[in-house]
């Protein structure tokens, strides 16, 4: 029996972001497909307490299961001491790549991947994550699996998308980011998108996702740059097939669900080859990659792509589970 730590669908932030997605369509779909696969479920929405309460208390619970392997789909909640042999999903590894910006004194994190480190198993999206994990954790390869996410369910072209944007006033021809700016995270490269936007005479830009004030603050400009702030997946389907295409600079990626779900609207893609986004996008009809840190790249590219036919990868959440059970019940039976 597997039991699934999905506690931090309970914490605003990660809940509403592409790891809440991730967390709750591996979740569904290892449900929908469990007889098939093989497994058993537990799982784990309570208490929402003090993580480093994890190390002392998780161990006791998960034994009162009688699981047999433990998977925490996020850093969120990982312990030293599971109760079980640990299976663990690492989306990336940001903070340690950019300490300065993400690790404020660091413990938390320390603790959390030192229970990497100990995990029997390593899930990852790309194998840039997995070459990340060997060279900053000194993970074994052998531990590491990649298992590349796929289009979250329901993200498909609107006939017509106009009827449910009227609340929003979106300008009829537009780029598209997506992401949470709440708060702005450097590393999305959208501030330095934002200004080429603003100072220029193309298309504009929207930006769609959970926003603080500040934010909208500094990065809209009338007419140029227009922030929505948190829209529902109704809309943002509606947004992604009505944009001329996504635009998404970010700087280092561990996936990046909005160019697939982009692509899965018929929206054409240009991303800065960071991170996985070379694997996740190579050879995708309607993507297209520029060298990190040129926006102006990245909006020329954008540009050529307007009317391109695009398709999302033909990868779906049945082969996501069903490469994940492999690992959980191979994490099971393994010797360490």
Not at 34 to 45: N, S
Not at 137 to 154: E, H, N, Q, T
Not at 280 to 300: F, R
Request: neutral net charge; hydrophobic residues 45%; aromatic residues 4%.
């Amino acid at each position: 029996m597997v039991a699934q730590d999905l506690r931090v669908l309970g914490r605003p932030g990660p809940a509403g972001s592409g790891i809440g997605r991730y967390v709750q369509c591996l979740h569904d779909a290892l449900c929908e497909h469990a007889g098939e696969l093989g497994l058993r479920l537990k799982p784990i929405t309570e208490p929402q307490r003090w993580e480093p309460l994890e190390h002392l208390l998780q161990a006791r619970a998960v034994k009162r299961l009688g699981a047999d392997v433990v998977h925490t789909p996020s850093l969120d909640f990982l312990s030293l001491r599971p109760g079980a042999p640990l299976v663990v999903t690492l989306h990336d590894l940001a903070p340690l790549k950019s300490p300065e910006l993400y690790l404020r004194t660091g413990l938390l994190h320390r603790l959390r991947y030192r229970a990497v480190r100990r995990a029997r198993r390593v899930m990852v999206h790309s194998h840039a994550v997995a070459a990340d994990a060997e060279r900053m954790l000194g993970l074994d390869p052998g531990r590491i699996s990649v298992v590349p996410s796929a289009v979250p369910p329901g993200f498909a072209p609107v006939p017509e998308p106009r009827a449910r944007l009227a609340r929003l006033g979106v300008p009829e021809h537009f780029l598209l980011w997506v992401g949470s700016l709440d708060p702005i995270d450097p590393r999305k490269g959208v501030e330095a998108l934002a200004r080429v936007v603003a100072g220029g005479d193309g298309a504009p830009l929207v930006l769609a996702g959970a926003a603080s004030p500040a934010a909208g603050e500094q990065l809209s400009v009338p007419g140029r740059v227009l922030v929505l702030g948190r829209v529902s997946d109704s809309e943002l389907t509606a947004l992604y097939t009505a944009a001329d295409a996504l635009v998404f600079p970010s700087e280092d990626e561990g996936f990046g669900f909005p160019p697939l779900e982009a692509l899965a609207c018929g929206t054409p893609v240009a991303a800065y080859a960071a991170g996985s986004l070379p694997e996740v996008l190579a050879g995708v009809k309607g993507a297209a990659l520029v060298e990190i840190g040129d926006a102006e790249a990245l909006l020329d590219a954008a540009g050529r792509l307007v009317g391109t036919a695009a398709g999302a990868p033909k990868r779906d959440w049945a082969q996501v589970a069903s490469e994940a059970a492999a690992v959980l019940r191979g994490a099971a039976d393994a010797e360490r």
